[in-house]
């Protein structure tokens, strides 16, 4: 018997609960990370490199500094609602990978739980979760 605290659920539910979850998961992700992706495009498609303080000279449009100063200037200037730019299809995708995800993961536990052979628990979690 194991300590308390260490059992290892194994009842996942049905595998329309498992999509279900995990679509839900990716959209929270999506929702939550969408702000950071917003500045990192925008500091990638700036025309300019922040590491040479010369080449902003003569250029037109927001010149962006860093990860904190771009997100208040975008919320300062475009509003907050502007964090979320795009978010819509991303949301598609991540509701799809995250639905995808889970279910291959519950598939593969299953499918390892059938082998006449019984791997540790750490490498069955890393198996299934290499889907």
């Known amino acids: 018997m194991s300590p308390p605290g260490n059992e290892q659920v194994k009842d996942e539910g049905t595998r329309s609960q498992v999509i279900i979850s995990g679509a839900v998961a990716g959209l929270v992700s999506r929702f939550c990370i969408a702000p950071l992706d917003v ?6 498609l700036q025309p300019h490199s ?3 303080p010369l080449s902003c000279d003569g250029i037109k449009g ?10 208040r200037a975008i919320a300062k200037q475009e509003g907050i609602r502007a964090l979320w730019k795009g978010n819509i299809p ?3 995708m ?12 519950r598939s593969i536990s299953q499918a ?3 082998l ?3 791997i540790p628990n750490s ?3 890393f198996v299934s979760g290499a889907a």
């Open 112 to 114: 390892q739980d059938k």
């Open 116 to 118: 006449p052979i019984k």
């Open 50 to 52: 922040l590491s040479d």
């Open 123 to 125: 490498a069955e979690s």
């Open 62 to 71: 927001p010149t962006y500094k860093g990860v904190f100063p771009t997100l």
């Open 39 to 44: 500045v990192k495009i925008r500091l990638q």
């Open 94 to 105: 991540y509701l799809c990978y995250g639905g995808l995800k889970f279910a291959a993961y």
């Open 90 to 92: 991303a949301e598609a």
